[in-house]
């Protein structure tokens, strides 16, 4: 090596200074004696100058200066950097079979030195030889840790981990082998189980029911491509007679909808396009066109167009997707099929909240439906633990006797807000078992009380109530209370609402409501107030129903359609039987149940107080028998204002101002918009039925 690096510089300062050097000179700069090397000095044959070169102590080398150094000699030494490349070679294809690398630094020894050299330069016959070399390090390094040499104190923090180490040595000693000792090692890591902890007896193992219980769906069908270039010829026909130049961009088919995504040219409006959907479907003579301008993402507008040909999506065929069965969170459930045609899913635990709505008929049952057979596919009756308030009582009766009940089902109108408080409660509780432990959520909590018989295990907990307007005329302050408190505070203590109605109006789906509860399903709506009361903007009104909704996630820019997943009762059936057969008994918490009970009687008690001062401060306005008169007049008008009440009905400004405010606040007209008037939300039976149930609670 150091014959290569001496040549190396006389090349160099010969191509510097454009004169040869003698061959005196260069075997002056190679003199090599015992591993000293004397300072080699290269003179200038025109200048008389030296330059010293840095002595270092190598190994002899030999070298003879009568032999010209020409370029073949110097192209051959060149060719030595290569060796490394071989020894490259040869790890890499060591490390293929064997599956790991290969370091020099464990080859110890002149031996072993010379080991390694033949395995470079062997090939492929090196790996036998290179694996010698380790295993003889290996030895070296178990001899060394038996010997004592190694400050066992460093590596391991428990003392009993450094005894056993120490019967492992002896071990090692007494029968000269390295798999005693390589079983001992694996006996560190082994916590040995305390004699004065009684293990408690483990729990029942949930067996998940098999999806043959549920409705294999048939193949689906071929598109129809002679639909889709028919209906994508008369969409840019159609735009193209109002002056407004498209082409197709992509189209995307769903089981109900299929989605053509226009690309206007530069300078034309989005809103020219929105405008003509109303054209749009009197040319294709369909119903439930929806335009999306712009589609988030894509500089596109998206016209979504019915089939002619509905696809029932079943709910088996979500829950076999491999997306549903590698999901992590337990609180997973399937919704259905986007316009692309791809699976919806959810983590309630990310929304955290959910509120459906839609007119009645329109899937919004099934949609709970599927949202609970979902729980029951994923989790286990110790994950997740459900709380079901039905004020129908015949939509979720079904599920009693279920082991992931908490409680039986709540039907009972009375019950229903003592739930909700006692939820309140119950999260208040969990809170401070967190505090205890000095963790956020309750995640982290279970995590870190693993294990531990002192600690509580706490579940996930969802509460679902069917029908929110039933609840809200009960006992409308305890429950919109309950429910805000739970909706701003629940995600980190684990309890989650989902909330359904068929009535969407101000006095049920109130503000404080909307605002903390952020994820929402928009099912068909009986108009677009509904529609903009649930998600914000219209567009569910226009829906085809059986399914078809508008689902808005939280953090969503824009609400995306999806058709809903389908699951009969009978399925539904089959699926509660079957966990009826494994738990005959149900797993009901009575301390819940008690919990529910008392809080059912408090707020009882509290609705009798608020009514009397109620009447009290409203100055007998809930008495007024001119209010009934006053929605007669907004029901037959379609408007109302203070002023048609003053001449319809012969009153003051002040009385009538009064009633114009007490319908505002029990939902059955608009908020003032400025001068106009003001517009009425409800419909004649739907204020006889308020009103027949107002007098029943009374």
């Not at 018989?453 to 039933?470: G, T």
């Not at 009970?597 to 001062?613: F, L, M, S, W």
Request: with cysteine; aromatic share 4%; net charge negative.
């Amino acid at each position: 090596f150091f014959l290569y690096r001496a040549k190396k510089r006389v090349s160099e300062m010969r191509n510097k200074r454009k004169k040869p050097v003698s061959k005196p000179e260069l075997s002056r700069i190679t003199q090599l004696d015992d591993g000293q090397a004397e300072p080699a000095v290269v003179a200038s044959a025109s200048a008389g100058v030296g330059t010293n070169i840095e002595s270092r102590p190598v190994r002899r080398a030999k070298f003879n200066p009568d032999v010209d150094v020409g370029e073949d000699e110097h192209d051959d030494v060149e060719r030595d950097i290569i060796d490394k490349k071989i020894f490259d070679e040869v790890m890499r294809r060591t490390n293929e079979r064997y599956g790991r690398q290969v370091f020099p630094d464990e080859i110890e020894g002149d031996k072993d030195k010379e080991k390694a050299d033949s395995a470079n330069k062997n090939g492929d016959d090196a790996s036998e030889d290179i694996e010698n070399l380790r295993t003889g390090a290996a030895e070296i390094r178990v001899d060394k840790i038996a010997e004592g040499e190694l400050d066992l104190s460093k590596i391991f923090v428990n003392p009993d981990s450094i005894e056993l180490l120490k019967k492992a040595r002896s071990g090692s000693a007494e029968n000269n082998s390295s798999e005693t000792l390589k079983v001992e090692k694996t006996q560190l890591s082994v916590q040995q189980p305390q004699p004065d902890i009684e293990v408690p007896e483990p729990a029942p193992v949930y067996k998940f029911p098999p999806l043959s219980l549920l409705t294999e769906p048939p193949r689906r069908s071929a598109a129809d491509i002679e639909e889709l270039e028919e209906n994508a010829r008369k969409l840019v026909e159609t735009l193209a007679s109002f002056n407004v130049h498209t082409r197709i961009a992509d189209v995307s088919r769903g089981p109900t909808i299929t989605r053509y995504e226009l690309t206007p040219e530069s300078g034309t409006r989005v809103r020219s396009i929105s405008n003509l959907v109303d054209d749009i479907s009197l040319n294709l003579a369909t119903q439930g066109v929806r335009i999306e301008s712009p589609i988030p993402g894509k500089a596109a507008v998206g016209i979504e167009v019915p089939n002619k040909t509905r696809e029932i999506v079943y709910l088996r065929e979500l829950l076999e997707n491999k997306e549903f069965q590698e999901a992590k969170s337990r609180l997973t459930v399937a919704l259905g099929y986007d316009v692309a045609g791809n699976p919806v899913y959810c983590d309630i635990a990310k929304m955290p909240h959910m509120l459906i709505a839609g007119a009645t008929g329109m899937g919004k049952s099934v949609c709970i439906n599927s949202i609970i057979v979902s729980l029951i596919y994923k989790s286990t009756p110790q994950e997740v633990r459900l709380i079901l308030v039905d004020p129908k009582k015949v939509e979720l009766n079904i599920y009693n006797g279920m082991p992931h009940l908490h409680v039986p089902v709540i039907s009972e109108p009375s019950k229903a807000a003592g739930t909700l408080a006692w939820a309140v409660t119950e999260m208040e509780r969990r809170y401070e078992l967190i505090e205890s432990v000095g963790v956020r959520n309750i995640q982290n909590y279970n995590e870190i009380t693993y294990g531990d018989p002192e600690k509580e295990f706490m579940p996930q907990m969802v509460i679902i109530i069917d029908e929110l307007a039933d609840l809200m005329m009960t006992a409308p302050d305890d429950v919109e209370g309950s429910i805000c408190r739970i909706a701003q505070m629940g995600r980190a203590a684990g309890l989650h609402l989902i909330i359904g109605t068929q009535r969407p109006s101000v006095d049920v789906v109130t503000g404080l409501i909307k605002a903390n509860v952020p994820s929402r399903i928009a099912f068909t709506m009986a108009s677009q107030v509904d529609s903009r009361t649930i998600i914000d903007i219209a567009g569910a009104e226009k829906l085809i129903g059986r399914g078809d909704m508008l689902y808005a996630p939280v953090g969503a820019l824009k609400p995306i359609r999806v058709q809903g997943a389908f699951v009969s009762e009978a399925e539904v059936e089959k699926v509660i039987d079957f966990l009826k057969g494994i738990y005959p008994t149900p797993l009901y918490d009575d301390s819940a149940m008690d919990g529910i009970e008392e809080a059912a009687e408090r707020c009882a008690q509290g609705k009798k107080g608020r009514g009397v001062r109620g009447a009290d401060d409203d100055d007998g306005i809930f008495d007024d028998p001119m209010l009934d008169a006053a929605v007669e007049l907004a029901i037959e008008s379609g408007k109302i204002s203070t002023s048609l009440i003053q001449r319809r009905l012969s009153l003051g400004y002040g009385r009538a101002a009064k009633l114009i405010d007490r319908m505002e606040a029990l939902g059955y007209v608009s908020p003032p918009d400025g001068q106009r008037p003001r517009d009425v939300l409800i419909t004649r039976q739907q204020y006889l039925e308020m009103k027949m149930r107002g007098t029943d609670a009374c």
